[in-house]
């Protein structure tokens, strides 16, 4: 799955594969006796997808091996806590008036429909065109309805999606929320600042955008990417998720974003576990230790 400036996906390959698998994190979170989340979409999508491991994982039917029963724990609570993360501040801009968001490389995110949006809400969701297609039919067939007014945008983020999002209706004059959810290792460096420089260029004051990042990706990237990988394995997962982020040496969010007008404030996750009521496993999950958490108003 090594990945290249031109490769496509859908939601049982390459990038797209670890969409389905955050879902079926997302799935097992919601089930725990004191849930953080839920999320009742997450498993019959999972299951539309058709990848057997994930599948058989949100049906209950996979035992995890003697000694990786943690590994498990370890990747939900983790999907669980960045979830929640970025749910709370999509719902803290819109009770805070801003009716515009925008959810980039949405994958099988339901949030269109699960969460309580405020009146007047409008959501786009951009992703590859199969992706988009995907959800909207499977959704459909599960009778689902958005909560707010669900606008797609199908598009690759190495196109010329700020046209594409202007097309579908976006309003670059209102404030908006973005999120760039468990995205940024999957982008090459350059196009990890060009995400943000057409974000900027496409907010109006006032507008929020969540986001994460790893302080220190540059020199440990293919490291984190084989940790991750390695705890999948031992859950008997045959898929290979090694190869799917880009290394190079990255511009720290931080400074970017408020170098181009950002006022920001971070948070390590260790702490939003706490916050929510989770242990953070010090010693057990070093891939997890510097991951930042992201808010930023602009102007």
Known sequence: MARTDQDTWDLASSVGATATMVAAA???????????????FAAPLVRSVGLDFFTRLVNGEIAPPNGAERDLTLETDSIAVRTRFF??????????????AVILAAGLDARAYRLPWPNGSVVYE??????????????????AKPAAERRTVSIDLRDDWPAALRAGGF??????????EGLLMYLPPEAQDRLFD????????????????????????????????????????????SGLFFDGERNNVVDYLSAQGWHVTTRPRRELFGEYGLDFPEDEMAQLRNITAVTATLG
């Open 198 to 241: 057409h974000i900027t260029a496409l907010s109006a004051p006032g507008s929020r955008l969540a986001t994460e990042y790893h302080p220190d990706s540059g020199s440990t990237m293919s490291e984190r990417a084989q940790e991750f990988n390695q705890r999948w394995v031992n859950l008997g997962c045959d898929i290979d998720l």
């Open 171 to 180: 309003d670059e004059t209102k404030p908006t929320a973005w999120s760039a």
């Open 126 to 143: 951009v992703d590859q065109p199969d992706v988009i297609e995907f959800k909207t039919n499977e959704m459909a067939a599960l009778s």
């Open 26 to 40: 997302r799935a097992l979170a919601s089930t725990e006796p004191n849930a953080i989340i839920n999320d009742p």
């Open 87 to 100: 749910d709370e501040f999509f719902l803290d801009a819109a009770r805070s008036g801003v009716q515009q």
